[in-house]
Every structure is written in C-alpha cells, then in structure tokens.
C-alpha cells in the first residue's frame, strides 16, 4: 500500500474505535491533508512524526477526539497554536460548519496552511500572531478554544480562556499528565472564569490522550492575558 491507503486503512479503523463516523470524502480529505503535511515536512519543519500511519493515529485520529467533547457544529472555534494545523484542520474537514480559526505565531507555517487549505477544498481562516497580543482583537469572540500540546495548561489557560464566550469552553488536548496540571490550576480557574466540566481519555497508540473541557461562566478580567514573559514567569 502507498502512503496514502496506508492512512486511509488507519482512519478506517480508528475511527469506529473512537465512536466516530466520516464520509468517505472527509477521509479522503484528512488523508489528503496528512499526506500534504508529510510532504511539506521534507521541507519545513512541521512535526517530528513523519511517517504515514503516525501521522494518521497521532495527529488526525488524536485531533478528531475534540469532535467527543463537544458537539461544534455552528459554532466559532479557534485553534491556539495550531502548528501544522492540529487539531483546527481536521476539526474543519469533520465539522465543516464549524467557523474555525488557525492561530499561531509562525509565518511560515501560516502561509503554507492558507496555500494548501483551499487546494484541498478546507475552509478555515489564518492568522499569524501571538495569542496573548491578537486576543485584544477577538476577546470572547469564539464558542470554543482548542489547544493541542502547547504549553502547561496552568500556562495555557491564560492564552485560551480571553477568546471564549461566556457559556462557552477551552478544549485543552493533553497527554497522561492532565489531571495532575489540572491540580496546579485551582487559582487560575477562579481567575480567569473558568470551571472544570471534564476530563475525557481516549487511548491512542496505547498511550492516554486527555481533553480537559473547561466552562466558561463569567468573563475574563481585562488584565489577561498578559505578556507572555510575565505569564511564563509568575502562572496564576
């Protein structure tokens, strides 16, 4: 099999174990993009996992978890940190009346991702910047917030939570630590207004991957987030 069966056999199979069901568009579509980021990896560092089936099980499979812990149809989603465009693109290929939004700091990786999205027929917004300095533009503008494998979530709560409506939530992917950053969270929680919701597990390649699911229930106060160095040094 080519690289492409290899990550279409892959999806076929991890997502009825994740209770999940696709077109065979959408799979074509996310095989297409996992391929696309294969490729462009030979040129742009875009992830440290460059094989077929990895990419399918450890950045589509694992992006398509959020679809779990929350129903994003309609909804005004953005993705802090997006990377190479996990988990924002295969949310907006599985989802695609969600209105995502890919945010990150890397150019490069910007340009590439609104280059190659409306080649492959994905509709999602880039924006290049800083979380903590476009969060000014676009405070409690989003339903949800998701971020995968950015920062410490006593760090990344401050980055996401600005975005998000009150009556809406911050979807933090995490690996098998997740219940214990959440146990350094407490003051942050209260800070930012925000209230834990959940923590959902889903094992992928036998290891845990978490969504802590955070409800917002009254607005961030105007003073976050900060700049980052002050987030860095002093968490809340």
Same mark, same amino acid.
């Given at each position: 099999? /080519?690289?492409?069966?290899?990550?279409?056999?892959?999806? =076929?199979?991890?997502?009825?174990?994740? %209770?999940?069901?696709?077109?065979?568009?959408?799979?074509?579509?996310?095989? $297409?993009?996992?391929?696309?980021?294969?490729?462009?990896?030979? +040129?742009?560092?875009?992830?440290?996992? *460059? &094989? /077929?089936?990895?990419?399918?099980?450890?950045?589509?499979? /694992?992006?398509?978890? +959020?679809?779990? $812990?929350?129903?994003?149809?309609?909804?005004?989603? @953005? /993705?802090?940190?997006?990377?190479?465009?996990?988990? %924002?693109?295969?949310?907006? @290929?599985?989802?695609?009346?969600?209105?995502?939004?890919?945010?990150?700091?890397? %150019?490069?990786?910007?340009?590439?991702?609104?280059? @190659?999205?409306?080649?492959?027929?994905? &509709?999602?917004?880039?924006? *290049? $910047?800083?979380? =903590?300095?476009?969060?000014?533009?676009?405070? =409690?503008?989003?339903?949800?917030?998701?971020?995968?494998?950015?920062?410490?979530?006593?760090?990344?709560?401050?980055? *996401?939570?600005?975005?998000?409506?009150?009556? %809406?939530?911050?979807?933090?992917?995490?690996?098998?630590? $997740?219940?214990?950053?959440?146990?350094?969270?407490?003051?942050?929680?209260?800070?930012?207004?925000?209230?834990?919701?959940?923590?959902?597990?889903?094992? @992928?390649?036998?290891?845990?991957?978490?969504?802590? +699911?955070?409800?917002?229930?009254?607005?961030?106060?105007?003073?976050?987030?900060?700049?980052?160095?002050?987030?860095?040094?002093?968490?809340?």
């Amino acid at each position: 099999m /080519d690289g492409l069966d290899n990550m279409k056999a892959t999806l =076929e199979q991890g997502l009825p174990e994740l %209770g999940l069901s696709l077109s065979r568009e959408q799979i074509d579509t996310l095989c $297409a993009f996992g391929r696309a980021v294969v490729e462009q990896n030979k +040129v742009m560092n875009l992830t440290a996992i *460059t &094989e /077929d089936v990895p990419v399918a099980r450890l950045h589509l499979l /694992d992006s398509l978890t +959020v679809l779990k $812990a929350a129903d994003l149809s309609g909804k005004a989603v @953005i /993705d802090i940190g997006c990377g190479a465009g996990f988990p %924002g693109v295969p949310v907006a @290929i599985a989802c695609p009346t969600a209105r995502v939004t890919l945010l990150d700091s890397l %150019g490069k990786r910007m340009n590439w991702l609104s280059q @190659i999205l409306p080649q492959l027929g994905i &509709e999602a917004q880039c924006l *290049t $910047a800083r979380a =903590e300095e476009a969060a000014a533009d676009r405070r =409690e503008q989003y339903d949800y917030a998701l971020s995968r494998a950015v920062a410490r979530l006593n760090i990344l709560l401050e980055l *996401t939570a600005p975005y998000v409506k009150v009556g %809406g939530a911050v979807l933090a992917m995490k690996g098998p630590a $997740a219940r214990e950053e959440l146990r350094q969270c407490g003051s942050a929680l209260k800070k930012l207004g925000l209230k834990l919701e959940d923590v959902l597990e889903f094992p @992928i390649d036998g290891a845990s991957h978490g969504i802590v +699911v955070l409800r917002k229930i009254a607005p961030t106060p105007r003073q976050y987030p900060r700049r980052f160095a002050k987030i860095k040094q002093s968490p809340l």
